[in-house]
């Protein structure tokens, strides 16, 4: 029974820690977001606005959904695909499990 409550004890203080890590995290972001706002366009600053309060509101069901989402791609092992533009005549290829440029290829 002992060993079950310091499991249970460890696993509480360490839930704990992530969460304060966590809030600290939306403190600083939050005054980052505070500091350059006023800086923004009209247009951008609702947009950003808008962007906060819909983020305050997400759900734990949707970021598991959204989690569910990012991960099924590596369950079926697919390579990773690159998220940047790529430059019209420029081409990657799948070299070692990891996306080169074809000018970084040695032949």
Do not use: D
């Not at 950003?48 to 991960?71: D, H, M, P, W, Y």
């Not at 940047?84 to 032949?107: D, E, F, I, K, N």
């Amino acid at each position: 029974m002992q060993r079950h409550y310091v499991m249970y004890y460890e696993m509480s203080y360490g839930l704990n820690i992530e969460m304060h890590k966590q809030a600290e995290i939306v403190k600083r972001l939050s005054g980052i977001c505070a500091q350059i706002i006023p800086f923004l366009t009209q247009e951008h600053q609702q947009q950003v606005l808008q962007a906060v309060e819909r983020a305050k509101q997400v759900t734990v069901g949707e970021l598991n959904s959204l989690i569910g989402q990012q991960l099924q791609p590596l369950s079926h092992h697919a390579p990773p695909v690159p998220l940047t533009p790529r430059p019209a005549g420029s081409s990657y290829h799948l070299l070692s499990g990891q996306w080169v440029h074809s000018c970084c290829m040695w032949g």
